[in-house]
């Protein structure tokens, strides 16, 4: 069974530092994506990024990138230069390869930016 | 593009009542998820359809009936709300799989806060 591990409830990070949001996954198949969600606290579930399993460069987005250690099962969310705006949830999710739509979630990391 | 529109955004019911959360997107996307969320327990997979005609069960399905009748539709029936079901529901749609691509993107729309008395 897949399942995805966030082991951070909440996070303090001074603003424009880097912060790194923790995410391990167990999983048996050979191919499977990993994505990270921002939710606010409007409530709205904004994807930031993603990677595959067979990828081999880590991914990045803007002030996002990806942390991928296959051989660790983990996918670390980086935020590089913090910003007020980056307050809010974080979840890290994956699927397997040929299963569009079927998300597991973590519980989430709860992150807030001090000024 | 609205991408994906749930109504309503808001609900109270009593114990016992039905009722249908209702979910669009006009992406033309294969797949589309119901999930629930509770304080807590990130998000968790009601039912998902991989196309119009195809559903099946997620991890918390007991209490819930979908049906895909268009690519489109995907509503959300409560048969007979009971106050476990409290929670906020999401409906999330995705295109079909493509490899090596950051398309494969769960989209998600506004959420739907149901609280059932």
């Known amino acids: 069974a897949q399942k995805i591990t966030q082991t951070q409830p909440g996070m303090f990070v001074q603003e424009k530092e880097a912060v790194t949001l923790d995410c391990t996954y167990d999983?048996?198949?050979?191919?499977?994506?990993l994505f990270w969600y921002k939710q606010p606290s409007s409530g709205e579930m904004i994807f930031l990024i993603y990677?595959?399993?067979?990828?081999?460069q880590n991914a990045t987005e803007g002030r996002y990138s990806l942390n991928f250690q296959k051989a660790r099962k983990s996918a670390n969310l980086v935020i590089s230069a913090s910003q007020l705006g980056d307050s809010a949830m974080y979840f890290c999710a994956m699927k397997r390869e040929n299963q569009g739509g079927k998300l597991i979630f973590g519980q989430g990391t709860e992150l807030s930016v001090k000024p | 593009n609205a991408g994906v529109t749930q109504t309503p955004k808001f609900q109270v019911l009593k114990t016992g009542q039905s009722m249908t959360l209702q979910c669009a997107q006009d992406m033309n996307h294969e797949y589309m998820s119901w999930y629930r969320q509770d304080p807590g327990m990130g998000l968790r997979l009601i039912h998902y359809s991989v196309g119009a005609g195809i559903t099946d069960q997620g991890e918390v399905p007991n209490g819930y009936n979908v049906s895909r009748s268009t690519t489109e539709d995907f509503p959300l029936r409560l048969l007979s709300a009971a106050p476990s079901q409290t929670s906020v529901y999401f409906c999330a749609s995705m295109r079909g799989n493509v490899r090596r691509s950051g398309a494969n993107v769960l989209t998600f729309g506004a959420g739907s806060r149901l609280t059932v008395l």
């Open positions: 999983t048996s198949d050979p191919s499977y994506g």
């Open positions: 990677q595959g399993s067979y990828d081999q």
